[in-house]
């Protein structure tokens, strides 16, 4: 078998996410995974470092990409509207695939205290990464993290109800209602 | 050696804060934790699950007092002054040992990753408790998980500034004045 795969790593998360969602996170190994997708299990490793790892395999992609949106865009945008250029971009990352598998996925993590975690975790990263875009565009603290506290709960909200079945909507423009949701509710906060 | 130990979490938490701090966090075994504190890995294990656990050991207490101060919160109270309750509650539990130790738990959790997706976890889960408790209250979503989010920002904040050597301020006026900046800071999204 040859060092490259076609698809590999997109095999490898269907196969995960299935996996997962048919005999539970634990009971799963690399090896299966691999089996499943009809690779070995050091292509696996040439894609992720363990079996966690498929499940978040888009943080560094996504943290890149809002940190890219919110540095090209035009000067005088509010850190919000900086923000939401971010997450533009990173909906021009999702694919068709990653919607048909995003409530499987949302249910593997929802069920496991340890990928819960590791969720956290991402959010986190995404915030961060926001937070220093911002930061390089003059944002000052604490604005810059508020607004890319926001930009992430926008995120993780519009990623919600863009895998609802029924939905019709693009993901940017559920980003830019949930966005919008977050800044109306600062005026309930007091 | 008898089932009762006095005072042995903190007695706990102290060696493994400073051998975290002076050998690294992998290199520390539950065993060595156990020693120091001149107890038994038997009593270890009746207190905290494993040697990660003992420096999120506040976290379910963390959670129940914001929860508390924001459900005892006066009925006329903003989702803002009622987060401001829930930090001053839990404010109350603080010890002038945590405060000495701070700086050096701070440092042993940003120099490990495990450690820093725990604390993550430990921010989302502060925020989850705060959010249920806006939302028994009667603030509607997403105001709710919004004023959660300042809550737990302004949690870490001002445990920041209160753990400086320098600083003379109580944590409940620092985390009054971190959330104050929080929402100064909104007038600047856009």
Known sequence: ????????????????VDLFAEQGYDNTTVSEIAQRAGLTKTTFFRHFPDKR??????????????????????????PLEAVAAGLDAVAAS?????????????AVVTAHSELRERSAFKHAGLAA?????????????????????????????????????ENEESFPALARQALEELRAAVELLG
Request: charged share 25%; net charge negative.
């Open 1 to 16: 078998m040859g060092r490259w795969e076609p698809n590999a790593r997109e095999r490898l998360v269907h196969a995960a």
């Open 53 to 78: 790892e498929v499940l978040f395999a888009g943080q560094e992609m996504h943290s890149r990409l809002l940190a890219d949106g919110i540095a090209e865009c035009a000067e005088s945008a509010t």
């Open 94 to 106: 999702f694919t068709p695939v990653q919607r048909e598998f995003g409530p499987r996925l949302i």
């Open 129 to 165: 990464a926001m937070t220093e875009a911002l930061e390089k565009r003059g944002v000052p603290d604490p604005a810059a993290s508020l607004a890319a506290e926001l930009g992430a709960h926008a995120f993780s909200r519009a990623f919600a109800r863009w895998i609802e079945p």
